[in-house]
């Protein structure tokens, strides 16, 4: 069986125009370059041992990049296509690969063929979805349309118009061939149309064999977009909401219910997360802050492909504000990172480490081995002769674990700390509040 670069990554999730320090609102008059400002991140991004970094979003639009004016161009409050081409090859020179958010459900209003249509272009009205001259819309146009979630600066493409597809194809191949990136995530994946997503894979693949499809995805059956003819990976909202939710509520089971359900696979081809530029910073989520050290330990030993939402690893908190999402996605600069309060950046470093040399921790089979009220959760994860015991416990009471009968009777190493564990203790290994031991 082929393996590709996907299914080990580490990907860090940048917000780019935030990080970059660019306005929310775009006049497209001349800007300042920005692109600079990602670049500075390269040597941070290497020492957490992300190999991949996703890049929300790029292209030109109006405001945060969703509402796309022109799928060629990347927007001009970062820079050029050029700046964008080289900052690429910047990531590539230091062994990162590159995801482009892209958004293929809708477009801004400024996007020509949308803007044609305002002035009377009805040439182009089977661009867009569900396009009536019988009525207004909201935003005084004489003819209404369907948007995303009915918000009308967001035009729902008609993507079984050729003409859609044919542009928007292009401009993929653009992005491959022209920017150089690796991957994409598909932005309203829930909502796209399953040929158009269907067609696409066949698009890229043909071009890149390794080029990585990933749709956001809230809920639902994941294996309806995760098989060989749609996407190689949708986000595990479900597994994210039961992380922090089952440590909250001292409450494992909702969590091991969750793992006993995933699919496809066990959920190893799941890009799973624990906080992202929609969703409330974990460290705000998570009630108590030694919560943080064995959610980041979970988000690398269960099955998925791990991401850090940039600025999370120093544990900052952020949560949305009178409906804004300005709060998730803050300028930082890596010169004067805030203060890493709970030591987790050593910690992620590690956790990299231990997934890219554990092939069990990528690969491995899931398997519950015990799970008691106010007790740890035990599982081991098992890919060809190695297996890994993860031991994860979060109440305030120490606790030990019991593995004599899962070891043939051999010693243990804490794969965190180096310690070993001789045959006659693996009936009983001690383990401490809202703690975590990864044991091999």
């Known amino acids: 069986m082929d393996h590709f670069w996907y299914e080990t990554a580490t990907i860090y999730h940048i917000f780019t125009f935030s990080l970059a320090g660019a306005p929310?609102?775009?006049?497209?008059?001349?800007?300042?370059?920005?692109?600079?400002?990602?670049?500075?991140?390269?040597?941070?991004?290497?020492?957490?041992?992300?190999?991949?970094?996703?890049?929300?979003?790029?292209?030109?639009s109006r405001s945060h990049g969703y509402d796309v004016t022109d799928y060629r161009r990347v927007d001009n409050r970062l820079g050029s296509n050029g700046?964008?081409?080289?900052?690429?090859?910047?990531f590539h020179g230091a062994g990162i690969r590159v995801v482009l958010d892209s958004v293929f459900n809708h477009c801004g209003r400024d996007f020509f063929a949308f803007e044609a249509l305002r002035k009377g272009e009805r040439s182009y009205a089977d661009w867009f979805s569900g396009v009536r001259f019988d009525r207004q819309s909201p935003m005084g146009d004489a003819f209404d349309y369907d948007t995303w979630s009915g918000y009308y600066e967001l035009v729902k493409f008609n993507l079984k118009n050729p003409a859609v597809r044919e542009y928007l194809f292009g401009s993929v191949e653009f992005w491959l061939d022209g920017l150089g990136i690796d991957g994409m995530r598909?932005?309203?994946?829930?909502?796209?149309?399953?040929?158009?997503?269907?067609?696409l894979r066949a698009f890229v693949l043909a071009r890149r064999p390794d080029f990585w499809l990933m749709g956001e995805?809230?809920?639902?059956?994941y294996a309806r977009w995760v098989n060989p003819?749609?996407?190689?990976?949708?986000?595990?909202?479900?597994?994210?909401?039961?992380?922090f939710s089952s440590h909250n509520d001292n409450n494992?089971?909702?969590?091991?219910?969750?793992?006993?359900?995933?699919?496809?696979?066990?959920?190893?081809?799941?890009?799973?997360?624990?906080?992202n530029h929609d969703q409330p910073r974990i460290a705000s989520n998570a009630k108590d802050p030694r919560f943080l050290r064995t959610l980041y330990a979970l988000l690398f030993t269960l099955p998925g492909i791990p991401s850090i939402y940039y600025g999370s690893e120093w544990g900052i908190q952020g949560r949305k504000e009178h409906g804004s999402d300005a709060p998730l996605r803050p300028y930082?600069?890596?010169?004067?990172?805030p203060e890493d309060t709970q030591g987790l950046i050593p910690l992620i470093s590690t956790l990299s480490h231990l997934r890219r040399a554990h092939p069990a921790l990528t690969y491995g089979d899931y398997r519950e081995v015990s799970l008691g009220y106010h007790r740890p959760l035990v599982f081991s994860r098992t890919h060809g002769d190695e297996t890994v015991f993860v031991a994860v416990h979060v109440d305030d009471s120490p606790a030990t674990i019991d593995l004599a009968g899962h070891t043939q009777g051999m010693a243990l190493t804490d794969l965190l700390t180096g310690e070993t564990i001789g045959p006659a203790q693996t009936g009983a290994i001690p383990i401490g509040p809202c703690d975590v031991r990864i044991l091999a």
């Open 186 to 199: 598909l932005d309203s994946a829930n909502v796209l149309d399953f040929g158009f997503m269907g067609d």
């Open 83 to 90: 700046d964008f081409r080289t900052l690429v090859d910047a």
């Open 217 to 221: 995805v809230v809920s639902g059956d």
């Open 24 to 60: 929310p609102q775009n006049d497209y008059g001349e800007q300042p370059r920005r692109l600079d400002a990602i670049a500075r991140w390269i040597p941070h991004i290497r020492e957490l041992g992300c190999d991949t970094v996703l890049l929300s979003p790029v292209l030109l």
């Open 332 to 337: 930082l600069d890596p010169g004067r990172a």
């Open 229 to 243: 003819q749609v996407l190689h990976s949708v986000t595990n909202y479900i597994l994210y909401k039961s992380l």
């Open 252 to 275: 494992l089971y909702e969590l091991a219910h969750c793992l006993k359900q995933s699919v496809p696979d066990q959920g190893r081809p799941l890009y799973t997360f624990l906080d």
